[in-house]
């Protein structure tokens, strides 16, 4: 495994389009639950241990090199708002341009022809880690980061937090981070069965009342 490999993998700035989306902070900030530190913190740490699993736990098992279809079909039965599915293909097609001009592999490839339209984005995630060279352990710590770090960014824009703040909460939440991406990776080792699906409804809810703004700052 390389660690600079890792870096760039989960680099904000890698050209994957996150950058574009907040992870349902958005919404969050204008229903008032998050208005600072204190909200943004519970906030990612609800989304961590909920979805930031599921999406860990998918793209440790496509790292894994379990069944991209299957882990797709699964990634499906975990996103029961049709906002949310939409903008997880947006993103792993916008993955999937940038892994392959990165980390050229005949996997990529593959997956990129099944899935014209895109695949959801931690089955791309977790493709790219393999093609780079990364561990499922690695694939499930760049989800576990992205889970917390999208809304972390996005809430610095929306509120004007201060971004110390905001970075701290990030800090704070680091241990718990490992342990997800621990037991993402554990669970994939032992086949899609075994992936957990844990579900945060009210993102669902609050997803798809986002979509139908006419006026937003991200696009999810």
């Known amino acids: 495994m ?10 904000g700035r ?31 740490r609800g989304r961590l241990h909920t979805t930031g699993l599921s999406s860990a736990a998918l793209a440790a098992g496509a790292a894994h090199g379990l069944d991209p279809h299957e882990l797709d079909t699964a990634a499906d039965a975990r996103t029961p708002s049709p906002a949310l599915r939409a903008a997880a293909r947006r993103l792993g097609r916008q ?8 980390w050229p592999s005949a996997e990529l490839d593959a997956l990129a022809a099944a899935f014209p339209r895109g695949a959801h984005q931690p089955v791309v995630l977790g493709t790219a880690a393999r093609a780079a060279g990364l561990a499922p352990e690695d694939a499930a710590h760049c989800v576990a980061y992205e889970t917390v770090g999208g809304p972390a960014t996005a809430v610095v824009r929306l509120l ?7 970075t701290a909460v990030l800090a704070r939440l680091a241990p718990e981070m490992d342990r997800v991406a621990e037991r993402a990776a554990a669970a994939a080792r032992e086949g899609i069965d075994a992936l957990p699906a ?12 986002h979509a139908a703004w006419p006026v937003r700052l991200f696009a999810s």
């Open 2 to 11: 390389s660690r600079a490999t890792l870096l760039v993998l989960a680099d």
């Open 14 to 44: 890698f050209p994957a389009g996150g950058h574009a989306h907040s992870g349902g902070a958005e919404a969050a900030v204008r229903a008032g639950r998050i208005g600072d530190a204190a909200g943004l913190e519970s906030f990612c």
């Open 95 to 102: 993955l999937m341009r940038a892994a392959r001009a990165t």
């Open 160 to 166: 004007g937090l201060d971004p110390y703040q905001a």
């Open 198 to 209: 844990a579900s945060a409804p009210l993102l669902d809810l609050m997803a798809e009342q």
